[in-house]
């Protein structure tokens, strides 16, 4: 069965950090480039990070320099760091590979 389980989401204070997790499985894993995407409330989704087949990274400005994005292709897995997270980092967070969706994991930041 092909899917992307996330995990790692939950409640921390302005300041803080969490680390999300995606576990991959039904796909040749090592071939896609991987993201994470967040969804606000009341705001379109948005690409947070990305990670390329040959480990390339992208950021978007908002989190630069506080996010980063990593794989393990030995695990099958993607991660994200989130260091000095801010409220408006609040959000369900999403990892993406093509055109596959995990369920999403909730963040939520408090000032």
């Known amino acids: 069965q092909v899917q992307l389980v996330e995990s790692g989401g939950g409640s921390v204070q302005a300041g803080g950090s969490l680390r999300l997790s995606c576990a991959a499985s039904?796909?040749?894993?090592?071939?896609?480039?991987m993201g994470w995407f967040r969804r606000a409330p009341g705001k379109a989704r948005e690409l947070v990070a990305l990670?390329?087949?040959?480990?390339?990274?992208y950021y978007a400005d908002s989190v630069k320099g506080r996010f980063t994005i990593s794989r393990d292709n030995a695990k099958n897995t993607v991660s994200l760091q989130m260091d000095s997270l801010k409220p408006e980092d609040t959000a369900v967070y999403y990892c993406?590979?093509?055109?596959?969706w995990g369920q999403g994991t909730q963040v939520t930041v408090s000032s």
């Open positions: 993406n590979a093509g055109i596959l």
């Open positions: 990670i390329s087949s040959g480990s390339s990274t």
């Open positions: 039904g796909l040749t894993f090592r071939s896609y480039d």
